[in-house]
């Protein structure tokens, strides 16, 4: 683990900004997400291989198969949609950019809503809930991305607009978006930035991701961030596939890094989706390796889970993550595998 404080370097802030945090990121287009699924197969089998011989971890937490999500036809069959968690009322909703549809479950894995087919919201590739159960969705347009305030049946509210950016964050277009007591976190993944705003779109402080770690301007097309989360602690959760690591990113503005390329238990092939569940365990996705990797709060390796296959319980290509309050972890795939739910124990 490394920890670093570059607050002087990658963060911005407003002259009234609060005490409390005045020492404070789908472009998906990344060159390994550009490579075909079927050219890397092979290697994905290949270090399944290697992977499930040398055994899975030792560690306090242990994940078994549930079911994938569903409506009343059998598993939705959806390739690398975004998932989002309400864990206020353990609802799930799984945005499909193909169809322009957002998907919402029951926190039994049935589908009980869908809205955005008819085309009125655009294309839909990022959603979070409020408190008051209001959906606010990322909708990508042909010249910008939109911020949509929708009701709890998806009809538009009102738009929210970013406001006060300073000229280093504008132009700014998200394509990730998490809501956290009262404000918006958003990252412009292929940008390498994270702003923070209020309820109302206002610009309170920012991250340049790029020049925290260092990224050259020459690097920043290739370097995209792909997971993208809060964790228990309002921490900054994310990854970058090219760099083999995964990134805690502290309000103080701290950031700590784990993780190193390798084909061993708990080494990373390319990184995707990251969570954290409620006892502060953190959840990578490794589309190579075809698992998820849980680890605990001081980035210590525990276990790992799915491994490449057509089983129940195995998954192909995971991507996104998400964890509800009740200990299921929803794990989006390719190759139509849709969403798997997976059920948390430990030790």
């Known amino acids: 683990m490394m920890s670093v404080n570059f607050f002087n ?7 009234n900004m609060k005490t409390n945090i005045k020492n404070r990121q789908s472009k998906n287009k990344t060159l390994i997400l550009s490579i075909p699924k079927f050219l890397i197969a092979g290697l994905i089998s290949s270090i399944f291989l290697l992977t499930a011989a040398m055994g899975a971890g030792n560690g306090n937490v242990n994940v078994s198969f549930l079911y994938n999500l569903s409506d009343f036809n059998g598993p939705v069959l959806l390739d690398w949609p975004n998932v989002y968690v309400d864990k206020q009322r353990n609802e799930i909703y799984v945005a499909d950019t ?16 869908h809205f955005g087919d008819d085309g009125s919201l655009g294309t839909i590739i990022d959603m979070t809930v409020d408190n008051n159960g209001n959906i606010i969705a990322l909708s990508k347009t042909a010249i910008e991305t939109l911020i949509i305030l929708c009701n709890f049946r998806g009809e538009q509210i009102s738009q929210i607009g970013l406001k006060n950016l300073p000229p280093d964050f504008s132009p700014f277009h998200p394509d990730r978006i998490v809501y956290r007591e009262g404000r918006l976190y958003l990252a412009a993944t292929g940008l390498l930035k994270i702003v923070v705003a209020d309820r109302n779109g206002l610009f309170e402080y920012g991250y340049d991701v790029a020049a925290i770690l ?76 075809s698992v998820v990797m849980v680890f605990d709060n001081a980035f210590g390796f525990q276990s790992e889970f799915g491994f490449r296959g057509y089983r129940p319980g195995n998954i192909i290509v995971p991507n996104d993550i998400d964890i509800d309050s009740a200990g299921r972890v929803y794990v989006t795939q390719a190759g139509e595998r849709g969403v798997s739910v997976f059920k948390i124990s430990y030790n």
């Open 9 to 15: 370097r990658g963060k911005w802030k407003v002259s």
């Open 98 to 113: 193909e169809t322009r549809t957002v998907r919402i479950f029951n926190e039994n894995g049935m589908e009980v809503h």
């Open 214 to 289: 260092g990224v050259s301007d020459t690097k920043r097309d290739e370097t995209d961030i792909s997971g993208f989360t809060l964790d228990r602690e309002g921490n900054i959760l994310f990854t970058i596939p090219v760099l083999f690591s995964a990134y805690r990113l502290l309000p103080d503005g701290r950031i700590e890094v784990f993780g190193k390329a390798g084909s061993a238990p708990g080494q990373f092939g390319i990184v995707a989706g990251i969570a954290s569940d409620d006892r502060g365990y953190i959840y990578v996705s490794d589309r190579l390796k």
